[in-house]
Structures are given as C-alpha cells and as structure tokens.
C-alpha cells in the first residue's frame, strides 16, 4: 500500500531553519505530483508547496514565498521542504501529499494519499 513517512520537524526559534523530508513507498513516485500542506491547532488544512512530477512546475503559498523551497529527488522517492527564516505563524504539523491527475495541486481536496504529518513549531 501507499505509505508517506515525514520526518525533520522540531522545535527552532525565530528565523530558524529546518528540512522537511517525506519518503514515498507502494507507489511510482516519479509519476505523480507532490505537496505539502500544514494545519495549526483550530484551523484547516493549508496548501504550503507543490511540485511537479519532474520538478519542472512548483507552487506555494504567498504566507511562505521567498522563504520556503519544495524540491524532489525521484531516485530517493523522497520530496523535501528546506524552511528558512521561519515564524511563530509557521507552527503547525506538516503534512506531504500525493494528488493524481493534475500538474502540481494548491488545494487539499482530491488529494489522494496523506502521510501522518510531523510537528513543526517555532518559539518567539
């Protein structure tokens, strides 16, 4: 079956850094875009980042343009979020998707996989 492991969250401090990893198995990883999303306690799911199934086409979110990067390695079936100058508005737990059908993706819905997240907070 489809499982997408996220790992590298953790707590940083204001305009910190941290990378963001989701390992993708039971699929053909290079076939599909992927995504990040994140959700903060009391709020809905956001888009946060897309990429293209070759990398060519990428998205995000106005909330992290200019600070955070999508990239992909489809040998390592593995789509990465590097996060820098983060803020306290960044908490959240993140979350890596796989939507199929589609170029790249900016909303939640039809997403077809989700992985089980990972915490993301950052301090004042």
């Known amino acids: 079956q489809v499982q997408l492991v996220e790992s590298g969250g953790g707590l940083v401090q204001t305009g910190g850094s941290l990378r963001l990893s989701c390992a993708a198995s039971?699929?053909?990883?290079?076939?599909?875009?992927m995504g990040w999303f994140r959700q903060a306690p009391g709020k809905e799911r956001e888009f946060v980042a897309s990429?293209?199934?070759?990398?060519?086409?990428?998205r995000n979110a106005d909330s992290v343009k200019g600070r955070f990067t999508i990239s992909r390695d489809n040998a390592k079936n593995t789509v990465y979020l590097q996060m820098n100058s983060l803020k306290p508005e960044d908490t959240a737990v993140y979350y890596c998707?796989?939507?199929?059908?589609?170029?790249?993706?900016?909303?939640?819905?039809?997403?077809?996989?989700w992985g089980q997240g990972t915490q993301v907070s950052v301090a004042s």
């Open positions: 990429i293209s199934w070759d990398g060519g086409s990428t």
């Open positions: 039971g699929v053909t990883f290079s076939s599909y875009p």
């Open positions: 998707a796989i939507k199929r059908g589609i170029v790249v993706f900016t909303r939640a819905l039809g997403v077809d996989y």
